[in-house]
């Protein structure tokens, strides 16, 4: 196969900042790690940063009035501006920690479904959401339609796995409250055209909301930059898929439309002023980050934004695009694979799904993980992207900034070895 351009020039200084790659395996394997779109691995810094943390810094923030508090507080108000800066916020007030991806998408659901007076949602409105969606923003949606009476309606995927737009101003109409999609697929890998979805939407008045789980950890995002048009309402993205630590998620929005939403959880600290009658709530935002927040979680995932945009963004998307295109091409020599999203590496992320003919995919994750092959296997969270193309379930490798063209060809030869193992010819 052809070597690609745009690999990180430094990649084996780079490889080394993560020591779980050095790990062997049971049975001498080395780890040949492909599933970063499920979780990506941690750089020493983060690792480092958050033992520090702990071993010196640790206390509750915003209570206690000594000096371990006062370290942990600022450290954490920190990490807000790392992420505020990471993604090109315009206020760092708009960024609110949560526990991860879905409870962010799910705190833009249920408060919306609260809301009174313009931002409310309810019976004679649209909710418009995508077939390949992630079930974290499928499921919210449809608690939020089926509690408000409002309807869901859905953008349909083409037979190559791109968002059919055929139909989008039949979509997105004057009835239309609320536009949520992913950026980029974490099935399909798609990419999608997130900036003339966000333009037809504001111009019916809609508001839009993007999952940038799998955008966030290979796409460069500077929202203050972006078109107002163009920008998205509010944001997601969680910290394990950006070399950072689980247990903590982001979601970005504007200022005055987090200020005129309903608290999302009641608890210490979102509040201004409590009586056994009445309360009321605290500015952005803490009124959104309710009782003891995830800190060293916080404080790790601050070290993760850090060593990304110390890379530089560009550089990592750049080596991700050519990571995958060298995948593509040696994916398409294993007889009997089918890949399942676009086959133009321009077009897509670091994630490939794919069917192995006659091994289900599970059977394939088992061998491959016996060669020292780390994927995934199932629907992937995923599942109405999966029944648009008639299958249950498929095999996914996912590389990130570390992985090598060595692991790929590594992939190829363990799939090779799998139809041996399964007599396919």
């Given at each position: ?240 898929k950006v070399v950072g630590p ?147 379930s498929s095999t996914r490798m996912s ?27």
């Amino acid at each position: 196969m052809s070597r690609p351009e745009g690999l990180l020039p430094d990649l084996e200084v780079v490889r080394k900042d993560f020591p779980i790659l050095a790990r062997t395996l049971a049975g001498g394997q080395p780890l040949v790690y492909l599933d970063s779109a499920n979780t990506s691995q941690k750089p020493q810094v983060v690792i480092d940063t958050m033992v520090d943390h702990l071993e010196r810094h640790n206390a509750n923030i915003a209570r206690a009035m000594h000096q371990l508090g006062a370290e942990s507080t600022e450290a954490f108000e920190d990490a807000r501006d790392k992420v505020a800066a990471f993604l090109g916020a315009p206020d760092r007030d708009e960024v609110i920690f949560t526990k991860n991806a879905t409870e962010a998408l799910n705190l833009v659901a249920n408060t919306l479904a609260w809301a009174r007076g313009p931002l409310a949602v309810g019976e004679g409105d649209d909710v418009v959401i995508t077939e390949m969606e992630h079930h974290s923003n499928i499921v919210p949606w449809q608690l939020l339609t089926q509690r408000t009476g409002a309807t869901l309606r859905w953008f349909g995927l083409t037979d190559g796995g791109e968002l059919d737009l055929s139909d989008i101003d039949d979509l997105i109409t004057e009835r239309t409250r609320v536009v949520s999609l992913t950026w980029v697929s974490n099935m399909l890998g798609t990419i999608n055209p997130v900036a003339a979805i966000a333009r037809r939407a504001h111009e019916v008045g809609a508001l839009v909301v993007l999952d940038a789980s799998q955008a966030a950890p290979q796409l460069p995002i500077d929202l203050a930059a972006m078109p107002v048009e163009e920008r998205p309402d509010f944001l997601a993205f969680t910290g394990h898929k950006v070399v950072g630590p689980t247990g903590i998620g982001v979601l970005w929005g504007r200022r005055d439309l987090l200020e005129e939403l309903p608290p999302f959880l009641g608890g210490g600290e979102m509040i201004e002023t409590v009586t056994m009658a009445h309360s009321t709530y605290a500015g952005i935002p803490h009124r959104f980050e309710a009782g003891t927040p995830p800190i060293v979680e916080a404080v790790g995932l601050g070290a993760a934004v850090d060593y990304l945009r110390h890379l530089g963004l560009d550089a990592v998307r750049a080596h991700e695009h050519a990571v995958t295109a060298y995948a593509l091409e040696g994916l398409a020599t294993v007889p009997g694979l089918s890949i399942l999203g676009p086959l133009d590496a321009a077009r897509r992320g670091g994630a490939i799904s794919f069917e192995l003919e006659g091994v289900h995919p599970h059977d394939v994750a088992q061998v491959l993980d016996s060669r020292g092959v780390a994927v995934r296997a199932g629907h992937h969270c995923a599942k109405p992207a999966h029944a648009r193309f008639g299958v249950q379930s498929s095999t996914r490798m996912s590389s990130y900034l570390y992985t090598t063209l060595g692991e790929v060809d590594a992939l190829v030869e363990a799939l090779e070895y799998t139809r041996s193992y399964f007599k396919l010819g």
